[in-house]
């Protein structure tokens, strides 16, 4: 049997080997937005993306190479479906049980190869702040905790839900039936009722 020719034998591939042709058309402006994803579990040489829907591998691919001059060994991607909610976000007037899915995201993971002149990868996170009280870390929190409060009054089983002073009359009761506390009429507890227009003359 013959052997093949020179020119169908494939030799091995090399991650330097791809120089894709710079456009010719300048953009100045982009129209999309591409967002980094902190990935601390994944090595440097790869990058996580959060892309428009309508973008696919050859996009993201070129842009890094001609921006960032970033070799790209392969690249992954799928669409990520929202969850269920009830009504949209930012709602002025919230209506329960009106539901909504938010629109899909699309993510892109890639493998980049060796940038010259850079050691590790070319897009690095820096180190996490341990300390975040300059950020008012305990007023976020807060607010995010009124904030859940404050949905659950108008959620689906905000009915069911106990109310906000069970539990403080519940002590109330428990100290009654001890003989702790003493019950009084509220007349006695704040004093009786005083008129605070007396002895004023309306006639001038």
């Known amino acids: 049997m013959p052997s ?8 091995p591939l090399r991650p330097t080997a791809f120089r ?19 990935t601390p579990h994944l090595p440097p040489t790869i990058a996580s993306f959060l892309v428009p829907l309508s973008f696919n591998k050859l996009d993201l691919k070129d842009y890094l190479y001609n921006v960032y001059n970033i070799p790209v060994l392969s690249v992954r991607s799928f ?6 909610r009830q009504d949209k ?3 002025k007037l919230p209506r329960p049980r009106r539901w909504y899915r938010a629109r899909s995201i699309k993510k892109m993971t890639v493998e980049m190869g060796k940038v010259e002149g850079m050691s590790g990868g070319p897009f690095v996170w820096p180190k996490e702040e341990e300390d975040l009280e300059p950020w008012d870390k305990k007023a976020w929190e807060a607010a995010q905790r009124a904030q859940e409060e404050e949905n659950d009054k108008f959620g689906a089983d905000a009915a069911k839900l106990p109310p906000a002073d069970r539990k403080s ?12 506390l003493i019950w009084r ?3 006695r507890e704040y004093g009786r009722p005083t008129e605070v227009e007396t002895g004023i003359n309306i006639n001038g």
């Open 89 to 91: 976000p930012n709602a």
């Open 185 to 187: 009429p509220s007349w």
């Open 4 to 11: 093949p020719p020179k020119s169908l034998l494939l030799g």
């Open 20 to 38: 894709p042709p710079r456009g010719r058309k300048p953009v100045y402006l982009p129209s999309f937005t591409l967002t980094l994803i902190r």
């Open 169 to 180: 009359m519940a002590e109330q009761a428990k100290a009654l039936l001890e003989g702790k």
């Open 79 to 84: 669409i990520q479906q929202q969850r269920v």
